[in-house]
């Protein structure tokens, strides 16, 4: 029972964050990776292809973000890139070489996911996004429990 208090506080936490601007969408299209490589993104802007099979929801995803930027602002990132602290943290994983496998985009289906820090940067106006997946509620939840958990053990 302490495990569904501490996510409600997680998730309350991260519904409250306003310095993180974001944006999701899903991409089908022959090569996402050419996507990433054409976004003019501003400076503090970070874009992260997440598989559509590994998404779970846009909380989840939120979260994920949040915890990348406190790592990096502390110091305890485990990363040398902040998309790669973000897969690592998605996953609550420390090993990047599987991160980095188990975020390879297989076919065409993927969710971009884009979020800022700061001011609220104009991502919205990327006109070729297509809705986002429906969010499986009960596997995000699980998510959320994973990735707080493992965020709790690397900062304690």
Same mark, same amino acid.
């Given at each position: 029972?302490?495990?569904?208090?501490?996510? %409600?506080?997680?998730?309350? @936490?991260?519904?409250?964050?306003?310095?993180?601007?974001?944006?999701?969408?899903?991409?089908?299209?022959?090569?996402?990776?050419?996507?990433?490589?054409?976004?003019?993104?501003? $400076? %503090? #802007?970070?874009?992260?292809?997440? !598989?559509?099979?590994?998404?779970?929801? !846009? %909380?989840?995803?939120?979260?994920?973000?949040?915890?990348?930027?406190?790592?990096?602002?502390?110091?305890?990132?485990?990363?040398?890139?902040?998309?790669?602290?973000?897969?690592?943290?998605?996953?609550?994983?420390?090993?990047?070489?599987?991160?980095?496998?188990?975020? %390879?985009?297989?076919? @065409?289906?993927? @969710?971009?996911?884009?979020? #800022?820090?700061?001011?609220?940067?104009?991502?919205?106006?990327?006109?070729?996004?297509?809705?986002? !997946? $429906? !969010?499986?509620?009960?596997?995000?939840? $699980?998510?959320?429990?994973?990735?707080?958990?493992?965020?709790?053990?690397?900062?304690?």
């Amino acid at each position: 029972m302490a495990v569904d208090k501490a996510v %409600r506080e997680v998730l309350r @936490v991260v519904e409250e964050v306003e310095n993180i601007d974001d944006l999701l969408c899903r991409l089908k299209a022959p090569n996402t990776k050419v996507v990433l490589e054409r976004l003019d993104l501003p $400076e %503090r #802007c970070i874009a992260v292809l997440v !598989p559509a099979r590994l998404f779970t929801g !846009p %909380r989840h995803l939120r979260l994920t973000a949040y915890l990348t930027e406190v790592a990096w602002s502390e110091g305890s990132a485990i990363a040398r890139k902040k998309e790669v602290e973000f897969m690592l943290t998605y996953l609550a994983t420390r090993q990047i070489r599987e991160a980095l496998n188990v975020f %390879r985009p297989e076919g @065409v289906d993927a @969710v971009l996911y884009i979020w #800022c820090v700061g001011d609220v940067a104009d991502v919205s106006e990327i006109s070729w996004c297509l809705p986002p !997946p $429906e !969010p499986d509620h009960e596997a995000e939840l $699980e998510a959320i429990e994973r990735t707080a958990l493992f965020w709790a053990e690397q900062h304690r």
